[in-house]
């Protein structure tokens, strides 16, 4: 038999309903805003805590990069003669999709065009490959080109090596790189290239280094590798045979200053300035090695070119250290962290008690109602049925 609720009892249970649907609706409009709130920090933590350079660096990036940002920036590497700078900023900008001013494509693209001259990549090479010191992509292609010869790695062995000669003060640091440097051009030469990668990235952190764009911090780390890749003191034969330039009997002298099973620890640190100069430019990698202070900021920056390319100047120019490090207190980085964490709980308890809300709401279950019995007859507790019976069936 059907049966239908009389008007006030649906009015009574819809008022019993009504407090805790609007309480839910409260609860889910304040973890939305919580959310929102919390979400920026939140992904910042996360990718720290998964140690991605390449997120953190795209999220610090939605706040300071701006199309004011970009056109100031622009218009100041124009004015300092760095229309590379400026390629970069375009390039960023477009990988954001942020717009740039007709105008300032046309100067950035003018200003290129006049630093590309034959004759000025001609000299900038020379200078490069004569002097060992370069800012500009031609100049590092004649450093390279001069240390692969082995006589970029001779002069440095050369001037450093005299130094030590004298016992006078030298840079024990381009010294013992110029003396890796010398002894990988023999394994390139007899590996047919194998070893040109790492070959590179020691000439990059040299020159890095006799530029004064090698970070002290980073520049204190490699002289400690150093001191166990090379023997400095058996050095003083190989400095000899190099200022007579004699380019085997210095090779010769090298291979015995060399340790080769402490080699491998400056690999990873080549490798990734390799991939700096290959992706972003030879002042990209330079500028890097001056912020990072270990091989381990060195790989961050390294996948950060992987993903902007020649747009990795511009994220150093706007994000500087931060771009691939943690920069600020990490007690508040770990406060939103824990925060995020409470937040999803409290997500899940909202989930939980709105789902069984609604299914009481849509399928309320079916009460049982209680028989009663007339008054006075209740049957009275703990005396047996057959004490109960009427007297005429006990006789």
């Known amino acids: 038999m059907i049966r239908f609720r009389s008007p006030s009892t649906t009015h009574r249970v819809a008022e019993r309903r009504w407090p805790k649907a609007v309480l839910l609706v409260a609860a889910a409009l304040v973890l939305i805003a919580i959310g929102f709130r919390i979400s920026p920090y939140a992904r910042e933590a996360l990718a720290w805590w998964e140690d991605d350079p390449q997120a953190l660096a795209a999220m610090r990036l939605e ?6 940002v970009v056109a100031a920036e622009i218009d100041v590497a124009l004015a300092a003669e760095d229309p590379d ?52 992509l031609p100049g590092m292609a004649g450093i390279l080109a001069g ?62 280094r006799k530029a004064g764009k090698l970070s002290p911090a980073l520049a204190a780390r490699t002289a400690r590798v150093l001191q166990d890749v090379v023997d400095l003191g058996a050095l003083k034969a190989a400095a000899k045979s190099a200022a007579r330039f004699n380019v085997t009997a210095a090779r010769e002298a090298v291979q015995g200053a060399i340790r080769p099973a402490h080699l491998a620890r400056l690999r990873g640190l080549a490798d990734d300035g390799v991939t700096l100069y290959r992706r972003a430019g030879a002042r990209a990698a330079q500028e890097t090695l001056a912020l990072a202070q270990n091989a381990g900021e060195v790989k961050k920056a390294a996948r950060i070119a992987e993903r902007y390319g020649s747009g990795t100047r511009a994220v150093l120019k706007v994000l500087g250290r931060s771009a691939f490090v943690l920069v600020g207190a990490l007690v508040t980085l770990a406060s939103w962290a824990l925060t995020a964490t409470l937040w999803l709980w ?50």
């Open 63 to 68: 706040k300071a990069l701006t199309p004011s």
């Open 85 to 136: 700078l400026a390629a970069s900023f375009l390039t960023l900008a477009d990988q954001h999709g942020l717009m740039v001013a007709p105008v300032q494509r046309a100067r950035v693209a003018e200003a290129l065009k006049a630093s590309e001259a034959p004759g000025q990549i001609a000299t900038e090479f020379a200078e490069g490959f004569a002097t060992g010191e370069a800012t500009s």
């Open 147 to 208: 240390d692969v010869t082995a006589y970029g790695d001779l002069r440095d062995l050369w001037r450093e090596g005299s130094k030590l000669w004298n016992g006078e003060p030298h840079d024990e640091l381009v010294l013992g790189l110029a003396t890796v440097g010398l002894g990988l051009t023999g394994l390139t030469v007899a590996t047919a290239g194998g070893a040109l990668p790492a070959r590179s990235g020691l000439t990059l952190v040299k020159t890095a």
């Open 346 to 395: 409290a997500a899940l308890a909202f989930i939980i008690a709105l789902t069984r809300w609604l299914t009481r709401l849509l399928w309320p279950r079916r009460r049982r109602r209680k028989r009663r019995q007339p008054a006075g007859e209740s049957k009275p507790r703990g005396l047996p049925g057959r004490l109960l019976a009427p007297a005429e069936s006990r006789l």
